[in-house]
Structures are given as structure tokens and as C-alpha cells.
């Protein structure tokens, strides 16, 4: 019999051992508990750790992301923890408050570990992304690497609020989902309130059935008190601060691999993190920072689809091998010390185009700034009266509508999580039904002459003003494709109280001028000659975002709220546009 010796290699690199429930003690005495993934050989190896809230025995979690055997075989031992107070691991959950110090001790007690070589990354997506960057806060020495995943550098701003506006549908979801239905061990407590969540998510599920936007919160009564802190520091403070990447960047000098998607809702901390460490790591760590984006969801192994569009087979996280991606990166950082500093630090995916491109920063090198003007003779709520140009507006008309906030724009589209298909549609979507609405006003360019690329971050620079001291301003920028369909590309959302800066609420005086800047974030697309840009400007974007009052808090009392006349200027004083920060 001819042995093949290579063959043999290969199965003798695929055993693995496994320790389930391993129990490691914090500084104050609770025993979190992890499962350990061997090599079949004893010895020290690098270690690649994920704490996750969502349930370590869980396939979706224990391998999709970063399947054990594939590292193992890379020689890496794998470690998946339950965070404190989910699933098996002991105290109570209260989500980032605990992953600063849980985190820290848990490094620790894998350094000490004879089978341990002082080598540790992190990874995982979302809220494991989050436990990354607060790990990583406490400089522990033997931490030399992180690969967060569609998370953000703070969990205020693109996680719990967006430009000062609750996330109300995923925020809401998210927290009955973490307390009713995604930890077995505590299910059997508190069954009436469990109930009562249980029966609100599902009358509350259709974003077309919820029958009161204004006050409709779940029944968190005597579960879930880290959501009625969430609702009560409503603006960026303290609260937020000890909890936020961003504010330790300056702390963070190790090479972190991020990965965000077009249409993921965290798809804006996920840019800034990169940013931030640029802005605030040495020369050496600046150079090693790197960013994927995709035209992706939120999701542990991207699909190439984003709501009614499929962007390409070779868009998948599949198609690219991101998990042989994150160990070639560990391989660099863990194994070799090896400079990895190139030329090509962020790597995105460009819609339409259907192409992977790379460059060093972003937006993308090469890329200029440009600026469409808002036009109309008062008319731009009829789709085919506003304009979008280059030329700036001289005498124009306002255009006026009413938000109404008990009959809110239904969200349709968009970088939003917690999407339930037929109900809660987010990715790319038709927007007939927005765009014939009377609260929705339209702005639409010419066709284009030439291809055009969008490669950067965009802005809506609004002049307008409310007849309330408080409103929100909403705008989405779609494409129009050749049969005049009009497609969802991405928005974003603004409370005037807001507008100047995230710390502080200032309300604004009625009937008075006030520019606003809405941002609606990063994104990459290619658009076809015979195709246009269109522009929507509103003030509601419900389920996705809370539906404001046009009262002052102070002023509200349960369902109360005021209609509010809502008027958009364009004219030689008030300019109000679209602007590119990356046009190619």
C-alpha cells in the first residue's frame, strides 16, 4: 500500500480537542464559562477569543463567523465565551457596561495558561465586535490584534440613536429578543413579563400595523432595565462615553481589521472606527489599520444580496474567502510580527459596477467633491417637478408639506437591522410607495450623460424651517434606473434639537431658518448613463426610527403630539443641496 504522506498530514491537522464549559473567575467573583478549541498536538499556540452574548453553542456562532476546525488547523487554539449573565456564564447582563473589565480578566487568565504563547486576537460581528474594542481599551499586553465586525465606535451615535433619534424598531426587537427568546437558562423566570414581551413583538412586528408610532414602547416594566437607560440618556453623555471605542482610541495601538456593509446599520461607526484610529494611532499602527466594505447586511457570513437586489456572486463573504482573509491577518500579527502596511488598507465593493476595488484611505483616493442643488417652483412634492443640478438656485419658491406624526412615512429600505421580509423590508428597495406620498418631497437629476461612480460619503445640506421647537428631518438618496424605477441607495436622519451637537439638546425657535446637515453616510455605487439620482426630504422614517412628537419633552404627556408645517428652502440665501465627498 503506497501511503500518501500528505494526505495523512492533513488529518492529523484537522483533530481538535474541545473543553465545553470551561469556567474562568472575574475580579468579583462570577465564573463566565467558554468552550476551548485544541489543536490535536499539545503545545503553546496563539489564541483567537470571542465573547458573545448570543449563546456559544449556537452553530450561527460558534462557526460561521470563525469555524474552530479551519483555525485549528491554521494552528490556533479558539475560545467562545458566554458574556456575563447569558446563557451558561453567571451575574446580570447589562450590555458594554461589563465587557471593559470582563474582558481584561478574561485576557488575563488566557495568558497564564501553559498552552498559551502570549499571542491573543479577538473576533466577531456586532455586539462580539463590541466586546473587541472594549478589550482592547484596557491595553492588555498580550492583545495584539482585533477584526470587528459591522459594529461601531460608539454606542450611542449609529447603534442606539442616529443623529439624536431612537433606532426604535432593531432597538426594540433586538432587546425583547435578548431577554425573551435567547437564553435558555433564564427563560423559566419572570414568565408573565416574559409573556407580555412576547405578545408586543408580535403585535408590533408589520411596520404597516403599528397602530400608535407615538408611544408605543414594549411593556419593559420589570425586565430590561438597560433599555429604559438607554431611553432616558437620550443625548451622548456620560453614560455613553465610558462605554464608546472612540473615546480610547488615543489608548488602542494595535492593528484592527474592520468590516462593515453598505447596508448594515452600524455601516457608520464601522467607517469611524477605521478613522478614528487612523486620526489617533502612531505612524506604524495608522499604517496597519484595515477596512472591508460590501454591499452586505448584518450578518456573520454576508450574502451578495441587500433587500430586492443580488449585487454579484462574487460579493459574498464566501466568494472571498473572508475567514481565510481574518486568519492570514492573525498569521501576520500572531505568528510573524510581520509589517503588513501596504498600499491597498481598505478594500470595497462597488454596487452596479459589481467589481472589489482597493485603495489606501477613505473615501478612496482620487475622488473629488461635488455638489447638487435643490430646485422646484414650490412643487417638488409632484416627483416630476423637482430638480436636482449643478447650477445654484437664484428667486425659487419654498416647497411646504405636514408631518403628521400618527401617520409617520413607513420605513421602506435602507441600512437598518432587525428587517423581517413582507414586514420590515430594509436593504435596496422600490420606492413608489414613499415617493407618492404628500409628505415626501422629490428631487431628481437630468439622465446622466456618462457613468458615475459614488465612491465617499454623502451629505444633504438642508435650509429649512418648522412651525414646532422640535422635528426631525429626514433625506434618502435612490437611483432612478431605465424603466424610471426608483431604488433606495442610503439616508439618513436629523432631530433639530440635534443639529449642533449630540451632547446637548437645543430647541429650535418656530418658523425660523436653520441649515441642517444630514448625513447619510458612506457608500459605493456606479450608476449607468441612462440612469438619474434622486433625492427624498422628510421628516419620519417609522418603524426604523421613532416617530417624533413636535413637542418638547417637557410638553409631552402619553400620545400627545402636534401636526407640524414643515417648509424647504432653495434659493440664491438658502442654498439647500446634495453634496459628494467621493465622486469618481
Given at each position: 500500500?503506497?501511503i500518501d504522506?500528505?494526505?495523512?498530514?492533513?488529518?492529523?491537522?484537522?483533530?481538535?480537542?474541545?473543553?465545553?464549559?470551561?469556567i474562568?473567575?472575574?475580579?468579583?467573583?462570577?465564573?463566565?464559562?467558554?468552550d476551548?478549541?485544541?489543536p490535536?498536538?499539545?503545545?503553546?499556540?496563539?489564541?483567537?477569543?470571542?465573547?458573545?452574548?448570543?449563546?456559544?453553542?449556537?452553530?450561527?456562532?460558534?462557526?460561521?463567523?470563525?469555524d474552530?476546525?479551519?483555525?485549528?488547523?491554521?494552528?490556533?487554539?479558539?475560545?467562545?465565551?458566554d458574556?456575563?449573565g447569558?446563557?451558561?456564564?453567571?451575574?446580570?447582563f447589562?450590555?458594554?457596561?461589563n465587557?471593559?473589565d470582563?474582558?481584561?480578566?478574561t485576557?488575563?487568565?488566557?495568558?497564564?495558561?501553559?498552552?498559551?504563547?502570549g499571542?491573543?486576537?479577538?473576533f466577531?460581528?456586532s455586539y462580539?465586535?463590541a466586546t473587541?474594542?472594549?478589550?482592547?481599551?484596557?491595553?492588555?499586553?498580550s492583545?495584539?490584534?482585533?477584526?470587528?465586525g459591522?459594529t461601531?465606535?460608539?454606542?450611542?451615535?449609529?447603534?442606539t440613536?442616529?443623529g439624536?433619534?431612537?433606532?426604535?424598531?432593531w432597538l426594540?426587537?433586538?432587546?425583547v429578543g435578548?431577554?425573551?427568546l435567547?437564553d435558555?437558562?433564564r427563560?423559566?423566570?419572570?414568565?408573565?413579563?416574559?409573556?407580555?414581551?412576547?405578545?408586543?413583538?408580535?403585535?408590533?412586528?408589520?411596520?404597516n400595523?403599528?397602530?400608535?408610532p407615538?408611544?408605543?414602547?414594549?411593556?419593559?416594566?420589570?425586565?430590561?432595565?438597560?433599555?429604559?437607560?438607554w431611553?432616558?440618556?437620550?443625548?451622548?453623555?456620560?453614560f455613553?462615553?465610558?462605554?464608546?471605542p472612540?473615546?480610547y482610541?488615543?489608548?488602542?495601538?494595535?492593528?484592527v481589521?474592520?468590516?462593515?456593509?453598505w447596508?448594515?446599520?452600524?455601516?457608520?461607526g464601522?467607517?469611524?472606527?477605521?478613522?478614528?484610529?487612523e486620526?489617533?494611532s502612531?505612524?506604524y499602527?495608522?499604517?496597519?489599520?484595515?477596512?472591508i466594505?460590501?454591499?452586505?447586511?448584518?450578518?456573520?457570513?454576508?450574502?451578495?444580496l441587500?433587500?430586492?437586489?443580488?449585487?454579484?456572486?462574487?460579493?459574498?463573504?464566501?466568494?472571498?474567502?473572508?475567514q481565510?482573509?481574518?486568519?492570514?491577518?492573525?498569521?501576520c500579527?500572531?505568528?510573524?510580527?510581520?509589517?503588513?502596511?501596504?498600499?491597498?488598507?481598505?478594500?470595497?465593493?462597488?454596487?452596479l459596477e459589481?467589481?472589489?476595488?482597493?485603495s489606501?484611505?477613505?473615501p478612496?483616493?482620487?475622488?473629488?467633491k461635488?455638489?447638487?442643488?435643490?430646485?422646484?417652483?414650490?412643487?417638488?412634492?409632484?416627483?416630476?417637478?423637482?430638480?436636482?443640478?449643478?447650477?445654484?438656485?437664484?428667486d425659487?419658491?419654498?416647497?411646504?408639506?405636514?408631518y403628521?406624526?400618527?401617520?409617520?412615512v413607513?420605513?421602506?429600505?435602507?441600512?437598518?437591522?432587525g428587517g423581517n421580509p413582507?414586514?420590515f423590508?430594509?436593504?435596496?428597495?422600490?420606492?413608489?410607495?414613499?415617493?407618492?406620498r404628500d409628505?415626501v418631497?422629490?428631487?431628481?437629476?437630468?439622465?446622466?450623460?456618462?457613468?458615475?461612480e459614488?465612491?465617499g460619503?454623502?451629505?444633504?445640506?438642508?435650509f429649512?424651517?418648522?412651525?414646532?421647537?422640535?422635528?426631525?428631518?429626514?433625506?434618502?438618496l435612490c437611483?432612478?434606473?431605465e424603466?424610471?424605477?426608483?431604488?433606495?441607495?442610503?439616508?439618513?436622519i436629523?432631530?433639530?434639537?440635534?443639529?449642533?451637537d449630540?451632547?446637548?439638546k437645543?430647541?429650535?425657535?418656530?418658523n425660523?431658518?436653520?441649515?441642517?446637515?444630514?448625513?447619510?453616510?458612506?457608500?459605493?455605487?456606479?450608476?449607468?448613463?441612462?440612469?438619474?439620482l434622486?433625492v427624498?426630504?422628510?421628516?419620519?422614517?417609522?418603524?426604523?426610527?421613532?416617530?417624533s412628537?413636535?413637542?418638547?419633552a417637557?410638553?409631552?404627556?402619553?400620545?400627545?403630539?402636534i401636526?407640524?408645517?414643515q417648509?424647504?428652502?432653495h434659493?440664491?440665501n438658502y442654498?439647500?443641496?446634495?453634496?459628494?465627498?467621493g465622486l469618481?
Amino acid at each position: 500500500m503506497t501511503i500518501d504522506t500528505n494526505k495523512n498530514e492533513y488529518f492529523e491537522k484537522s483533530k481538535m480537542s474541545v473543553d465545553i464549559n470551561v469556567i474562568n473567575e472575574m475580579r468579583d467573583g462570577v465564573k463566565l464559562y467558554s468552550d476551548i478549541y485544541y489543536p490535536a498536538l499539545e503545545g503553546k499556540y496563539p489564541v483567537l477569543l470571542s465573547r458573545i452574548p448570543y449563546g456559544k453553542h449556537k452553530p450561527r456562532y460558534h462557526s460561521l463567523y470563525m469555524d474552530p476546525l479551519r483555525a485549528t488547523q491554521r494552528g490556533y487554539i479558539v475560545i467562545i465565551q458566554d458574556v456575563r449573565g447569558k446563557h451558561r456564564s453567571e451575574g446580570e447582563f447589562n450590555p458594554f457596561h461589563n465587557e471593559y473589565d470582563d474582558g481584561y480578566d478574561t485576557l488575563e487568565w488566557i495568558s497564564q495558561q501553559d498552552w498559551c504563547d502570549g499571542n491573543i486576537g479577538m473576533f466577531g460581528i456586532s455586539y462580539h465586535g463590541a466586546t473587541q474594542w472594549l478589550a482592547a481599551a484596557t491595553q492588555h499586553p498580550s492583545l495584539k490584534t482585533i477584526i470587528p465586525g459591522v459594529t461601531s465606535d460608539s454606542y450611542y451615535d449609529s447603534w442606539t440613536y442616529l443623529g439624536g433619534v431612537l433606532q426604535y424598531y432593531w432597538l426594540t426587537h433586538w432587546t425583547v429578543g435578548t431577554l425573551v427568546l435567547d437564553d435558555i437558562q433564564r427563560s423559566k423566570f419572570n414568565i408573565t413579563e416574559r409573556n407580555k414581551l412576547s405578545k408586543w413583538s408580535l403585535d408590533n412586528n408589520d411596520a404597516n400595523k403599528i397602530n400608535n408610532p407615538i408611544k408605543n414602547f414594549p411593556p419593559f416594566d420589570k425586565l430590561g432595565g438597560f433599555y429604559n437607560d438607554w431611553i432616558k440618556n437620550d443625548t451622548y453623555n456620560d453614560f455613553w462615553k465610558k462605554i464608546s471605542p472612540k473615546e480610547y482610541f488615543d489608548k488602542i495601538n494595535i492593528p484592527v481589521l474592520n468590516m462593515g456593509g453598505w447596508y448594515d446599520g452600524f455601516l457608520r461607526g464601522t467607517v469611524r472606527c477605521f478613522e478614528g484610529m487612523e486620526e489617533s494611532s502612531d505612524n506604524y499602527i495608522s499604517q496597519n489599520q484595515g477596512l472591508i466594505l460590501g454591499p452586505w447586511t448584518h450578518e456573520p457570513m454576508p450574502k451578495p444580496l441587500a433587500g430586492s437586489k443580488h449585487f454579484g456572486n462574487k460579493a459574498s463573504g464566501e466568494a472571498i474567502d473572508i475567514q481565510g482573509m481574518m486568519l492570514d491577518w492573525y498569521d501576520c500579527w500572531l505568528k510573524t510580527n510581520f509589517n503588513n502596511s501596504s498600499n491597498h488598507r481598505v478594500k470595497y465593493y462597488t454596487m452596479l459596477e459589481n467589481e472589489w476595488k482597493n485603495s489606501y484611505d477613505w473615501p478612496p483616493e482620487d475622488t473629488e467633491k461635488i455638489t447638487y442643488f435643490l430646485h422646484s417652483d414650490g412643487k417638488a412634492g409632484i416627483k416630476s417637478n423637482g430638480k436636482l443640478s449643478f447650477i445654484k438656485p437664484d428667486d425659487e419658491l419654498p416647497d411646504e408639506y405636514v408631518y403628521d406624526p400618527s401617520n409617520p412615512v413607513i420605513t421602506m429600505g435602507g441600512a437598518h437591522l432587525g428587517g423581517n421580509p413582507g414586514n420590515f423590508d430594509t436593504g435596496v428597495q422600490n420606492q413608489v410607495d414613499v415617493e407618492s406620498r404628500d409628505d415626501v418631497l422629490v428631487y431628481t437629476t437630468a439622465t446622466i450623460n456618462q457613468n458615475l461612480e459614488i465612491s465617499g460619503n454623502v451629505l444633504i445640506n438642508l435650509f429649512a424651517e418648522s412651525s414646532a421647537e422640535v422635528t426631525d428631518w429626514t433625506a434618502r438618496l435612490c437611483y432612478v434606473d431605465e424603466n424610471d424605477k426608483s431604488w433606495n441607495i442610503c439616508d439618513g436622519i436629523i432631530r433639530s434639537s440635534f443639529a449642533k451637537d449630540l451632547e446637548r439638546k437645543n430647541y429650535i425657535d418656530p418658523n425660523t431658518i436653520y441649515k441642517y446637515i444630514i448625513d447619510l453616510g458612506p457608500i459605493s455605487i456606479k450608476l449607468k448613463s441612462s440612469m438619474k439620482l434622486r433625492v427624498q426630504i422628510s421628516s419620519s422614517n417609522f418603524p426604523a426610527y421613532d416617530a417624533s412628537t413636535n413637542l418638547i419633552a417637557s410638553k409631552l404627556s402619553d400620545g400627545q403630539y402636534i401636526l407640524a408645517n414643515q417648509i424647504i428652502h432653495h434659493d440664491i440665501n438658502y442654498p439647500s443641496s446634495l453634496q459628494f465627498d467621493g465622486l469618481i
